[in-house]
T-cell receptor, first 114, second 112 residues
Framework: EPEVTQTPSHQVTQMGQEVILRCVPI?????FYWYRQILGQKVEFLVS????????KSEIFDDQFSVERPDGSNFTLKIRSTKLEDSAMYFCASIVDRGLGELFFGEGSRLTVL | KQEVTQIPAALSVPEGENLVLNCSFTDSAIYNLQWFRQDPGKGLTSLLLIQSSQREQTSGRLNASLDKSSGRSTLYIAASQPGDSATYLC???????????FGTGTRLQVFP
């Protein structure tokens, strides 16, 4: 069964360092997303991406964050200068088309900022 | 602004019981609702998607219902098993967008 894959599963970094989280969405899906979940809190939307551009972003997704689809398969989330409060589980998700079908999530990348 | 609430926050039951998990949302103008399962430290697994035109969806021992007008959905789990132990999340689109708004979840423990 097709699945969304994410790497790394866990990354530990020092405050101020840049981090790139990688995702391979399901191949025929058109919309891609990043969500995050701080320990013990709700899953929160960060950004949606379609046709090589951001279609929507949340207040959390400030100038420190960026997304990119560098090739036909990968979808990345970059945090330029990490803060302690960026420590969270980051989930990539994809859907075949907006409003159609289920949203499929990856297993997540746990980011720990020290 | 869409808000999603799930009750109860936690539930502990013996194996074999039938369960009802509740989800309520404040803005009834949704086009679908999705239920997910999350195991500790893991990703979200989609369980059921209900379109706004539907009232129910079933998958195995799971049945989800949707009442848009009252802003409610329930997830019914029949004959619960220890393997059902997980956190169950419901999510709805936030306004006229495709981003999902999640509830805080119901943490379910089924003991043998």
């Amino acid at each position: 069964e097709p699945e969304v894959t994410q790497t790394p599963s866990h990354q530990v970094t020092q405050m101020g360092q840049e981090v790139i989280l990688r995702c391979v969405p399901i191949s025929n899906h058109l919309y891609f997303y990043w969500y995050r979940q701080i320990l013990g809190q709700k899953v929160e939307f960060l950004v949606s991406f379609y046709n090589n551009e951001i279609s929507e972003k949340s207040e959390i997704f400030d100038d420190q964050f960026s997304v990119e689809r560098p090739d036909g398969s990968n979808f990345t989330l970059k945090i330029r200068s990490t803060k302690l409060e960026d420590s969270a589980m980051y989930f990539c998700a994809s859907i075949v088309d907006r409003g159609l079908g289920e949203l499929f999530f990856g297993e997540g990348s746990r980011l720990t900022v020290l | 602004k869409q808000e999603v609430t799930q009750i109860p926050a936690a539930l502990s039951v013996p194996e074999g019981e039938n369960l009802v998990l509740n989800c309520s949302f404040t803005d009834s103008a949704i086009y679908n609702l999705q239920w997910f399962r999350q195991d500790p430290g893991k990703g979200l697994t989609s369980l059921l998607l209900i379109q706004s035109s539907q009232r129910e969806q079933t998958s195995g021992r799971l049945n989800a219902s949707l009442d848009k007008s009252s802003g409610r959905s329930t997830l019914y789990i029949a004959a619960s098993q220890p393997g059902d132990s997980a956190t169950y999340l419901c999510a709805v689109p936030g306004g006229n967008t495709d981003k999902l708004i999640f509830g805080t979840g119901t943490r379910l423990q089924v003991f043998p």
